[in-house]
Structures are given as C-alpha cells and as structure tokens.
C-alpha cells in the first residue's frame, strides 16, 4: 500500500510520500531530471451513495489522505511512486520504447509458456515486494504501542495481490464490542468494480514483469464463459487438479497444493480492529461444481452470456449498486442476468465463476489467494476491455456522485499507491494502458446491432482463430523469406553478370593469343538462352512460382536457373579455359556482399520483361 521509505516515523509525520527515484538523495519525485514534483493530492468530495453510514469512521474515505497528503506527480512517460518507472506498455531509459504485451488464453499456451507462467507464480508468491510494505493496524494505531514504532511489514508479491483486494473489501471498525459495518465495499456492487480490478491486475503484472525482469510478461485469461461443471483449467500443468483424497484440496502434483492462504482469519479483524499480515495459514480450498447445496453455481456462465452482457449498453445505472437494472457493470459483475435485468437471485459470469470454485475463490476476503482468481479477472477484464471499444463511452457516463463510497469517477482507488482514481482505468486498454487481448468476440464490431450473430467463440472456434493468427504470422515469416530470396537472386544475378564479363574477357586474351578468328561466343549464348528458358526440369528445381501477389517485379527470377547456369559456365569455362585464366576468379564465392564493377547492361529474364543492372 505503501512505498517502504515513506513509513518511517518522519514520512508518516509529514504526510508526504515523495521519494527520490535510483536511491538519488534529495530529489523528490526526480524533479531534478524531469520526472516528476511533488504535489498535494487531490481527494473526491462529491457525495458517496446511501449505503455507507458512517463518515469519519473509516481510514479509507477520501484515500489515501488518512496516511499522505501530498505524493509524485509523474511527467511525460514517467509513472511510479518515485517517478523512477515508465508508464504501461512502455520501456527503456527515456520510456519511450513501446513493449507489446499481449494476454492471451492461459489454455492456448504452449507447455513451456504455462510452465513458465506457474513458476512465476510461485515466485510471486514466494518473494517480498521490493517497494511496497503494509499497514498491519489501523491509523489509530499505526504508530505502535510507544507512538514512535510504525506499524508496517514486509508482504511477499503475491500476498500483497491479495491483501490490497482484502483491504478493499474488508467491514469498518467501529469499536471494541460493537459489530464492525459491512455495508461497505471499495471494489464491489459499484462502477468501480470493473476500474478497480483493472488496476489491481495492472499492478500485479508489473510486480511480476519487474520481478522476473521482462517487461513484455503478460498475465493470461481463463474463457470461464464454456458452460458446463468442468473447470477447464484445474489440471497440474496449469492451476492444479482436484486431490484424490480430499474433494476440496489440490492435488499434490500442482505447486499450488503448497500454497498457505493470508487474511483467514476475518472474525478476529473485525472484532479486534486488527488487520490482515502476511502470516499464511491453511491450503487453499476448492470444489469446482461442488456446491450441491446452490444448484444454480454447479455450472459455469455460457459463451452466450457473454455476447449478451456486452450488449447492454448503460455503462451503470442508479444506485450504482448491486442492484443496478440494465447496467453493463451489474451484468458482467454478475448481479444481474446476463441481459442486464437485475434478479436478486440471480448470480452470472463473474460472480458465478467465483461461486463455481467453491471454496477460497469464493469469499470476497479470501479470493485472490486461489490463483485462479487472476485469470477470472483477466477474462472480465478482457469483456469490459471490448465493451469500451464497442460501445466507445464518454467517460461522463462513469457516475462522478452518488455512487457507493469508493466508486466515484475521480476517487482514488483504495489502497492503492501513488493515488489513482477511477477515471484513468476507464479506457481502452490497447491505447491508453500498453496491453490488449489476444480474443475472439462475436461478430466483430456489430456491437449495436442486437439481431447479428453474437455467439462468443467457443474454446474450439477460439483455437481456429489462433491456429489462423499463427498461420498469418507464418506467412509473414515466409514472405520475409522470400524476401531475402529476392536479394540473393539480384546478387547471383549480379554475379553472373560479373563472370560474364569475365568470360568475355577470356575470350578475347583467347583469340588475341591464338589469333583465333573471332566466332559466335556459345557461353553468352548458353548465358542468355538460360535465363530465357525458365526451364522446370531444371536439376536444382525451380523457383519460379514464388510470386505471391506481393511482387516487386523480380519474382519470375528463377535461383534454381542462375545455380544451373553457373554450372554450365563452370563447364564451358573449364572448356575453353587454362587453369591459370580460371585463378583470376576463383576467389570470389558465388554470394558476396561486393560485387564486380562491370559495364552497364540489359539482361532478358523473361519474354516480356528486360531489367537493367548496372
Ligand atoms: O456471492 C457472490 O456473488 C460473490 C462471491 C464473490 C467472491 C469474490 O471474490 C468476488 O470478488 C465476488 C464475489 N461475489
């Protein structure tokens, strides 16, 4: 929640969390080079929804501003809590060098990409976060017993992933005996239910690419849309399979079994005031499908409930809560039936795809520790993502008031730091935040017209479109090859320009020397009847059916008939040569960079066409 230099008794004092970027002393925010200053932080003040009751209770209202009034304000491409980093999608030096980070289907991942994907969850889970430590009191007690002991701690990368989204979730305390307020939720039953957890998994994701030091990581998404009881991706190569000996355990062979849950222990924070830490605790559970007393969360969402939800087209409604009617946000959050009529019954897509796992994944406090969570997100995220670029809102229809506490368009997203609001996750991400989704949605950008064929892609019609992507990329590959081909041809051509000429000269030494009376030269003869004859019995095959559409006019050049004629020269010169005539050439390799200078000349290379070199 905070950057681990700012929570010493002196930052906390001040309210000011303005840190100098590479360890440089004195430079708040690198104002020296240009990065950024250090500003007062803007807070929301317009009017929260009527769902929260208790103002002033709570450490979290008008965040961050309990903890720090004033942070780094980032120029340019900088971004950070010191200004030290480049924004999404961007890297180098001078942030300035675009990185593509694509998410795609964790199931269409080769083994090795999945492989690689766990085990970098497992050091997520395994590693202290190198900038960000937590509160573990609250405020009123953050200074420690003795007033003068911060009360923060280290938390490993993962464990922070799933602390913030405990903190934003978690009741507020109103004292020693009396029932904590769970009337509250700054990432839930609100428009920032979808704002929020963007960010959260942007965060995470740069946890994860600073960690493994590649900035082109990207996390993968689960289609939880398949319908059926079958999760698709509880296998141990991916997030592991179901124990044989304890329907809501793990298997032993996923590296998930291992996992220890953190925030477990809710009774106790909301009875003591205390807070979550990073103490990990029991494995995690799950029982995919295996809510048999809530039949209706035994199935997971259907591809049409997709295509459905991202044609409602209100972004929110009033209230801006879970009870929402014909709002996007209700119907992908999954309040509402995925037509966007509100059914307090009712639980679809993202709402039933936690259910569905039936265990830890299916508590608010407790969720991100199922790593599944991750990819659930990903995969709601990905449909908000497409009903931007759809349904192209104003960002006036994210509601500014009114909305729950936590939800309003310029609140800063809670516990999020440097401060973030709402507003500058409502965007499309391609664009404006570095990432895009490697999916396919139903029919392609007939987003307002309801009568068109919607049907989501199905994980079988999902891999036709990739197996096409990677037939495309293929083809770019080979047209690239074919390219290259191209130059060698020039460059054979070149040279055999060059032996040409040699040959000439040969000839005349020959006839000077001999005296010889001048005769019809057979090698410029077999020279050009070669290259006119574009023969396909060739013995070295021919190349001639290379042109693909995409010509630059030397496509009818065929390599396979320059390598015959080389032959072919090769024997007439060994004909009609000495070896010591011979020696002036055979140093030159057939393909080399430099070329002989030689006499300006027209070469046929078909029956139509004449190039000129030279
Ligand atoms: O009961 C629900 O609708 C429900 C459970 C659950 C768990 C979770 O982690 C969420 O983020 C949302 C949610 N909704």
Request: aromatic content about 10%.
């Amino acid at each position: 929640q905070f950057p681990r230099e700012c929570v010493t008794l002196e930052g906390l004092r001040s309210g000011q969390c303005c840190p100098s970027p590479f360890g440089v002393a004195n430079d708040a925010c690198g104002s020296a080079t240009g990065r950024g200053q250090c500003i007062s932080i803007a807070t929301d003040a317009s009017p929260h929804g009527p769902q929260y009751t208790h103002d002033g209770r709570d450490d979290r209202e008008r965040w961050p501003i309990r903890y720090f009034n004033r942070t780094c304000q980032c120029n340019g491409n900088f971004t950070g809590y010191d200004c030290g980093r480049c924004m999404h999608g961007l890297a180098g030096l001078n942030c300035d060098q675009p990185v593509a980070i694509v998410r795609r289907n964790v199931m269409q991942l080769s083994a090795d990409q999945k492989r690689a994907f766990v085990t970098a969850l497992d050091q997520a889970k395994r590693t202290v976060h190198p900038d960000i430590v937590i509160a573990t009191r609250r405020y009123q007690d953050v200074f420690g017993p003795d007033g003068n002991t911060p009360q923060f701690e280290n938390i490993t990368i993962y464990n922070y992933f799933v602390w913030t989204h405990y903190y934003s979730v978690s009741k507020t305390f109103l004292g020693s005996g009396q029932p904590s307020f769970g009337g509250v939720d700054f990432s839930h039953e609100g428009p920032g239910f979808v704002t929020w957890h963007r960010f959260h998994l942007l965060q995470f994701e740069r946890d994860m690419q600073n960690m493994l030091q590649d900035p082109s990581f990207a996390l993968p998404y689960w289609n939880f849309a398949i319908g059926g009881s079958t999760c698709d991706i509880c296998t141990d190569d991916l997030l592991g399979a179901r124990s044989n000996l304890n329907i809501n355990s793990i298997s032993t062979n996923s590296i998930f079994s291992n996992w220890r849950v953190i925030c477990e222990s809710v009774e106790d924070y909301d009875t003591l005031g205390t807070i979550c830490n990073n103490t990990e605790t029991t494995p995690i559970r799950r029982n995919p499908a295996g809510n048999v007393a809530r039949p209706m969360v035994q199935r997971l969402p259907e591809p049409q409930d997709v295509a459905d939800c991202l044609q409602v087209n209100t972004f929110d409604t009033p209230p801006y809560y879970s009870t929402s009617s014909e709002s996007f946000r209700n119907t992908i959050e999954g309040y509402s039936a995925p037509q966007g009529n509100y059914d307090p019954v009712v639980r679809s897509l993202h709402n039933l795809a936690h259910l569905f796992l039936n265990g830890t994944g299916g508590q608010t406090h407790l969720s991100p520790n199922d790593p599944i969570f991750v990819l659930l997100h990903t995969f709601t995220d990905a449909i908000f993502d497409e009903w931007l670029r759809r349904h192209a809102p104003d960002s006036a229809v994210y509601p500014s008031e009114n909305a729950p506490i936590g939800h309003n368009r310029g609140y800063n997203m809670v516990p999020f730091w440097p401060p973030v609001t709402n507003a500058e996750m409502f965007l499309t991400a391609p664009e404006n935040l570095g990432y895009s989704y490697e999916a396919e949605w139903p029919g392609g950008n007939n987003h307002h017209d309801k009568h068109e064929d919607t049907k989501l892609a199905t994980p079988k019609n999902q891999s036709n479109s990739a197996d096409l992507k990677r037939l495309e990329s293929k083809m770019l590959f080979l047209r690239q090859e074919m390219a290259h081909l191209r130059a060698i041809d020039v460059k054979l051509m070149q040279q055999l320009m060059s032996i040409n000429d040699g040959i000439e000269s040969i000839k005349w030494v020959m006839e000077d020397k001999e005296g010889l009376a001048s005769r019809e030269s057979s090698l410029t003869g077999s020279l050009y009847s070669l290259l006119d004859s574009q023969d396909d019995t060739s013995s070295r095959g021919s190349f001639t059916s290379l042109h693909d559409g995409h010509s630059d006019g030397l496509d009818g050049i065929s390599v396979g008939s320059y390598l015959d004629t080389l032959d072919e020269l090769a024997e007439d010169l060994s004909e009609h040569t000495s070896p010591t005539d011979l020696d002036l050439f055979s140093d030159k390799p057939v393909i080399e960079d430099e070329t002989f200078s030689k006499p300006t000349m027209r070469l046929r290379v078909d029956s139509d066409e004449y190039y000129c070199f030279g």
